[in-house]
């Protein structure tokens, strides 16, 4: 007598077995979406996040650094900085003696940072919608506070907040002399 064991599978039993299939990836692929999605934030969240460590890092090491050297010209008395809510030009100390440093924000809201009077670049950042703001004194009798420019002074701000308007705030202290 022989055997029937080794024809396969019938036809009944293929359908319902694609049946459960079809009803298995129906359930699974939305989830593998929202689970690639959610992947795709979280990452997007550490880019962020890694940005704005080093553009901390990096305006710490930049700005509070900043030089308070008097300059003494004919028709100009007063320290070499320049406070904008879009640029800041300060002194660095250089390998080879004071450079000039800028940081400043481009049209496409890019940070640019640059040194010398070719504007060596030093890094950038894109898209890093801040503003510039500096505390302190602007005139002698008045009370410390926060202005949008820090222009014609004769003392570096204390505090430079660069400040997106939603997140928290980076502030660098200046150390500057007094």
Same mark, same amino acid.
């Given at each position: 007598?022989?055997?029937?064991? /080794? %024809?396969?599978?019938? +036809?009944?039993? =293929? &359908?319902?077995?694609?049946?459960?299939?079809? #009803?298995?990836?129906?359930?699974?692929?939305?989830?593998?979406?929202?689970?690639?999605?959610?992947?795709?934030?979280?990452?997007?969240?550490?880019?962020?996040? /890694? %940005?704005?460590?080093? +553009?901390?890092? =990096? &305006?710490?090491?930049?700005?509070?650094?900043? #030089?308070?050297?008097?300059?003494?010209?004919?028709?100009?008395?007063?320290?070499?900085?320049?406070?904008?809510?879009?640029?800041?030009?300060?002194?660095?100390?250089?390998e080879n003696?004071?450079?000039?440093?800028?940081?400043?924000?481009?049209?496409?809201g890019s940070?640019?940072?640059?040194?010398?009077?070719?504007?060596?670049?030093?890094?950038?950042?894109?898209?890093?919608?801040?503003?510039?703001?500096?505390?302190?004194?602007?005139?002698?009798?008045?009370?410390?506070?926060?202005?949008?420019?820090?222009?014609?002074?004769?003392?570096?701000?204390?505090?430079?907040?660069?400040?997106?308007?939603?997140?928290?705030?980076?502030?660098?202290?200046?150390?500057?002399?007094?």
């Amino acid at each position: 007598m022989k055997r029937h064991c /080794d %024809q396969g599978f019938t +036809l009944l039993e =293929l &359908l319902i077995s694609l049946t459960i299939l079809s #009803l298995a990836m129906t359930l699974l692929i939305p989830s593998t979406i929202s689970i690639l999605e959610g992947s795709k934030r979280f990452s997007d969240k550490l880019v962020a996040v /890694d %940005q704005r460590n080093r +553009l901390e890092n =990096l &305006l710490n090491k930049n700005l509070s650094s900043a #030089l308070s050297i008097k300059i003494d010209y004919k028709d100009y008395r007063g320290v070499y900085f320049v406070g904008r809510p879009t640029i800041v030009k300060y002194l660095f100390p250089g390998e080879n003696g004071p450079e000039k440093r800028t940081i400043e924000k481009d049209d496409n809201g890019s940070i640019l940072f640059t040194r010398r009077i070719f504007k060596d670049e030093i890094a950038s950042f894109k898209n890093t919608q801040i503003e510039f703001f500096y505390f302190g004194k602007i005139k002698p009798r008045e009370n410390k506070k926060w202005h949008a420019t820090w222009v014609g002074n004769t003392k570096l701000p204390e505090l430079i907040k660069f400040s997106n308007g939603r997140n928290n705030p980076v502030i660098i202290k200046v150390w500057g002399e007094d």
